[in-house]
């Protein structure tokens, strides 16, 4: 069984996810991405994008702003 701690530490989000737990819509963080504001690894096979949880752990200590 998962424990709390292993589901909310995942190692990626996509930006569906981000979305959810920041409140913005999914094409705000896709723009973030693209402007370079926020990292992402983009996946080759469909062009999607996951943020590592470093990156949204550096964003949620206010770092930098998406």
Known sequence: MATQATITKKPF????????????NRLTIIEAIRSGKLHAVRLR??????????????VERGEVTP
Request: with cysteine.
């Open 45 to 58: 096979t469909r062009g999607h994008y996951m943020i590592p949880r470093c990156e949204v752990e550096r």
């Open 13 to 24: 989000y996509s930006p569906r996810q981000l979305g959810e737990r920041w409140g913005k």
